[in-house]
């Protein structure tokens, strides 16, 4: 039976609640309807309440299981992912979940139990300086020692998660103050002083953006993961700017589904993966409106050689990225949909549209010649990218897809086309082996209705594979579409490419031509789950559709791929981009002079 709230005026008559019920109360006043988590002894006053809540628990095997999971919820959805842990090895289990969310901006709320407030600084059993560790890999940390402070605290932590860049936050709350009674009150007054994110952007600014563009021979539309993030109206209103100006748009890996795959002005992703066309319409362009995008190094590739010849407008909602990697001729700060509209309005108003006749000649001519492909193996073998090329194919065009890290996150985002935002998930900046199969299961949760995902690798699949027993006791219908070569694919191609052939630890002894340890169908089975292995062509759009067709449990296909494919086009670490490769080999030439 759920306890009924309080009012927010109960006269001293009336039992003040614990500060584990004010957690639990303001969680459900702020509309959470889900957590990830595993309780232990800091944390368990917290979960008595919960016991009665509204709230849906999942307990999931491993705490970083319950902070990858919130983001693929809340990657997935556009609302605040929830998870909660005890102290010590419980919290700083998530830290790894709280890095990966920051750098890709998701919004988070992690709630931390704590030693009683007594005992901190004494070395008590499991306490941890959670706070501390996490202050940089935070947008913000809360140590809560007063149960009267409690939903101040968490409210004040939601607003931040995702109020201007979205972001992980995390709560600390003493098992004192879990314990204690303090009066509860509703809504609670926001004040926090210094934190106002500028969201409307100048009006000045945006002229001049649009205008550069207008002006502009050879500009390019960068569309980072602030589009994603912002929801559907940027999404719409990057369309209506890439119809109205003509200009080609590129996206990086956290921007896939800012433009859909189909748009004829998407050149695909840029950067060290990236399409030659998306990379030498950067090299070449002598303008760029980049509209919520970091400039990191995997995109830029050495920044002294990026765009040598290009003006930058630089949008974003976060002042401090401005300028940090690459200089901004322009700096626009604000929303993403904001910014977007004001660029549709300006170029409303256009009486000359700009014509980019022979930009697009230059540009469809790279397309023609360099188009997504890959060799078949040579060994017999599945190639992967054929594999997820028809599993694109074959799964519904909203479905939902997790892509752990490495090779197959690159195929992914070169194979599977996507129709929508929030479509395609990924650990972008921090590179998260292990995130794809709990993060689907978050964005399973966030999205009932929706197939999900999640595309793995045999090395990170080990790393967090246990969340399918999770899936499986609570009804999570994920697919796992598990790309088995066997090895730690793409630190194998650096060194096939870098390193002389020399395969220093990188064989997993999974594939069929071994010992298959493990065994991902039987261990599938033992997890709960219903399990395929595919090792033919002509048993891939089979063996997707018996997936697809099982609904009533988490279903794993071990698809046996070739350990020599390689991930094309590439650029090597720290190399300029200009140095592409579309194949082993075959470098294209940018040629600038006929500019």
């Known amino acids: 039976m759920t306890e009924p709230k309080l009012a927010p005026d109960s006269g001293p008559s009336t039992r003040h609640p614990t500060g584990a019920e004010a957690i639990v109360k303001t969680l459900e006043e702020l509309g959470v309807e889900v957590i990830f988590g595993i309780p232990g002894g800091t944390i368990l006053p917290t979960y008595d309440p919960l016991y009665a809540s509204s709230i849906r628990h999942i307990l999931v095997r491993h705490e970083q299981g319950a902070g990858h999971a919130a983001t693929g919820y809340a990657a997935s959805s556009g609302r605040v992912g929830v998870c909660i842990a005890t102290s010590g090895p419980g919290a700083t289990n998530l830290i790894t979940a709280l890095a990966d969310a920051n750098i890709d901006s998701v919004p988070l709320l992690a709630i931390t139990g704590q030693v009683g407030a007594q005992a901190i600084g004494t070395d008590a059993f499991q306490e941890a300086d959670i706070v501390g560790a996490t202050m940089p890999l935070t947008k913000h940390s809360f140590l809560v020692k007063d149960a009267a402070e409690i939903a101040p605290a968490i409210s004040a932590a939601f607003h931040i998660a995702r109020s201007g860049r979205p972001g992980p936050v995390l709560v600390d709350i003493t098992k004192s103050a879990q314990n204690d009674h303090a009066p509860w009150r509703w809504p609670v007054k926001m004040d926090l002083p ?129 300028g940090k990697n690459l200089r901004a001729d322009i700096p626009v700060v604000g929303d993403a949909t904001e910014i977007l509209r004001g660029l549709v309005e300006e170029a409303l108003a256009w009486e000359i549209r700009p014509s980019y006749s022979r930009w697009w000649e ?171 292995r595919c090792a033919e062509p002509a048993e891939v759009d089979q063996a997707i559709e018996r997936a697809m067709a099982i609904n009533d449990r988490p279903v794993l296909i071990d698809f046996q791929v070739s350990r020599d494919a390689q991930v094309w086009p590439m650029i090597a670490g720290g190399a300029s981009n200009d140095t592409i490769e579309y194949a082993r080999g075959l470098a294209p030439v940018f040629e600038r002079d006929e500019f």
């Open 362 to 532: 230059y540009l469809n001519g790279l397309m023609k010649n360099y188009p997504p492909g890959y060799a078949e193996p040579s060994d017999g073998r599945l190639a992967p990218q054929y594999v997820i090329e028809r599993l694109s194919a074959l799964a519904p065009r909203d479905a939902v897809f997790a892509a752990g890290v490495g090779q197959h996150q690159m195929w992914a985002q070169q194979f599977i086309d996507v129709s929508g935002g929030r479509q395609l998930l990924n650990s972008g900046g921090l590179g998260t082996m292990g995130y794809a199969v709990p993060a689907a299961m978050g964005a399973q949760v966030a999205n009932p209705e929706r197939q999900v995902w999640a595309v793995d690798g045999d090395g990170c699949f080990q790393m967090t594979g246990q969340e399918m027993v999770t899936c499986a006791l609570n009804g999570i219908p994920i697919k796992v579409a598990l790309i088995n070569n066997s090895s730690l694919g793409m630190v194998r191609q650096w060194q096939t490419l870098f390193y002389g052939e020399r395969y220093s630890n990188t064989d997993l002894h999974t594939g069929s031509d071994t010992a298959m340890i493990p065994d991902f169908v039987k261990l599938a089975d033992a997890y709960g789950c219903a399990a395929l």
């Open 194 to 322: 210094g934190y106002k994110p500028g969201v409307v952007p100048r009006p000045k600014q945006i002229r001049r953006a649009a205008l550069a563009l207008r002006q502009a021979r050879r500009p390019v539309i960068l569309a980072g993961g602030g589009v994603v993030r912002a929801g559907a109206a940027a999404r719409d209103a990057l369309v209506k700017l890439a119809d109205l100006s003509g200009a080609p748009v590129v996206i990086t890996l956290m921007g896939v589904g800012a433009l859909d795959d189909s748009h004829p002005a998407n050149l695909g992703m840029g950067g060290m993966h990236g399409s030659v066309p998306a990379v030498a319409a950067l090299q070449n362009a002598d303008f760029i409106l980049a509209i919520g995008s970091r400039f990191d190094d995997r995109l830029t590739g050495d920044l002294d050689t990026f765009a040598p010849l290009a003006e930058v407008a630089h949008a974003d909602i976060d002042p401090a990225e401005i």
